[in-house]
Every structure is written in C-alpha cells, then in structure tokens.
C-alpha cells in the first residue's frame, strides 16, 4: 500500500481533530481514509464508522501525534500506523 497523501490537523482550542490519508495499491487501486472528532480528556481521539476505525493519541507535550487506522475494503481490509510531529 502506498500513501499519497496525508493530514492530519488538531484543534486544541476547540479539541476537535481531522485526518486524511490517500492510500493506492495495485489490487485495491484508489483508497481513502477520512476521519474526524473531538479530542477526549488525556489527548486520547477516535473515530469508529461501520467501515473503518481509527484510535490514537496526542503526546503530552503536543509535538507529535499518533493513530493506528483500519478501513474495510470489498475484498479484505488495510491496516496501518501514523506518527505525525509538529510543524
């Protein structure tokens, strides 16, 4: 699998957070993985939907992010990890 893109964007004025990631590989060709909700108490944010599902935390010193991500596809599904550092 290969990531074309990605973002991932925290508010911490209004604790909500938001990612995308554009996914490609030759058997699954196009994928895309957009989330978006509140960060909880402790830096802790999650995002679950019927088709995918992704968990992940803040570090405490808010320089970096991190999710582990899973989305369901026709015929399986893909799975990953995210680290994100401040910019």
Known sequence: MQVNSGSLNIDFNQNTFSTQLGLSHAMT?????????????????????DTQKMAGAVSLDGAEAGYFFEKQLSDGNVKGLTLWDKQ
């Open 29 to 49: 060709g196009a994928v895309d993985f957009v989330a978006a909700d509140r960060i909880r108490d402790g830096g802790t944010f999650f995002s679950n939907s």
